[in-house]
């Protein structure tokens, strides 16, 4: 038998004995609800927290490395107790302060008031 008939007798018998099989397919609407649920179980277990973090980033062509960023930051991660003033409740915000790209400090921002708080909250909850 030719290399080419047994790969199509392999695909029909492939086809053919997978329709008995068939399992029938969650729809979106049935999905959805239960994943907003787990993102929700997540967002209220998550702590409040300040880490340090290094992201790199390549950009490759043909499995080449053709550019490359490399950044520092500290990524803050806080429970929300209150309404946002839009009147929306979010649990969970993070955000980030970077501080050097590619080894050359990044511009400076101000402190936030939320970042202030979040830090003397952390403070009081270790000591």
Not at 97 to 111: C, E, H, L, N, V
Request: with cysteine; aromatic share 6%.
């Amino acid at each position: 038998m030719k290399p080419r008939s047994v790969v199509c007798l392999g695909l029909l018998h492939l086809a053919l004995s997978s329709v008995g099989f068939s399992q029938s397919v969650p729809k979106l609407d049935q999905i959805l609800p239960r994943v907003q649920e787990h993102v929700k179980e997540f967002e209220h277990s998550l702590p409040d927290f300040i880490c340090d973090e290094k992201i790199t980033s390549r950009e490759l062509m043909g499995g080449k490395t053709i550019h490359e960023t490399d950044i520092d930051s500290t990524f803050r991660g806080t429970r929300n107790r209150d309404k946002n003033p839009d009147g929306k409740y979010q649990p969970f915000t993070e955000w980030r302060d970077i501080q050097a790209i590619d080894g050359r400090p990044a511009p400076k921002r101000p402190a936030t008031d939320r970042t202030l708080s979040l830090w003397r909250r952390l403070q009081l909850d270790s000591g």
